[in-house]
């Protein structure tokens, strides 16, 4: 006797199947070998020889710039501060310190100066501007 019975797996069925599995071992060993080029070469490498951009903080004074008025009120303020305080420190007489943000921002207000001063290290300022 001769039993027929149907398939249970289409022909097209398995061959989609089998593509799917196909490329999925591709895609697998397509990581894998990126990943252990990545990590076996020692990864990426900077050139630290290559030229590297850097900003000159002297630029900011440049002849006619905004940062070069106000540091010129800085220094006028710093000169006031030496003639009104005998005790002031040798750098600041010697023009190589600013006078305190304190002093400097009282007298910025006075002379209706739109920046202040947050905090002062050697002749650097660190400024902000305030609303008129």
């Known amino acids: 006797m001769s039993h027929n019975s149907p398939r249970s797996n289409k022909p097209g069925r398995s061959f989609t199947s089998l ?8 895609w697998i060993c397509f990581l894998v070998f990126a990943f252990v080029g990545l990590f076996i070469s020692g990864g990426i490498t900077i050139d630290q020889n290559a030229p590297q951009a850097s900003r000159n903080q002297h630029d900011d004074f440049a002849a006619g710039s905004l940062g070069t008025e106000r540091r010129a009120r800085l220094i006028a303020a710093t000169k006031l501060y030496v003639e009104q305080h005998q005790d002031a420190p040798a750098a600041m007489a010697e023009g190589k310190e600013l006078a305190p943000p304190e002093f400097l921002n009282e007298e910025l207000a006075r002379h209706k100066q739109r920046f202040r001063v947050r905090k002062v290290d050697g002749l650097d300022a660190d400024i902000y501007e305030v609303a008129g």
Not at 19 to 26: E, P, T, Y
Request: no cysteine; hydrophobic share 60%; glycine share 24%.
């Open 19 to 26: 593509k799917i599995g196909v490329l999925g071992v591709v």
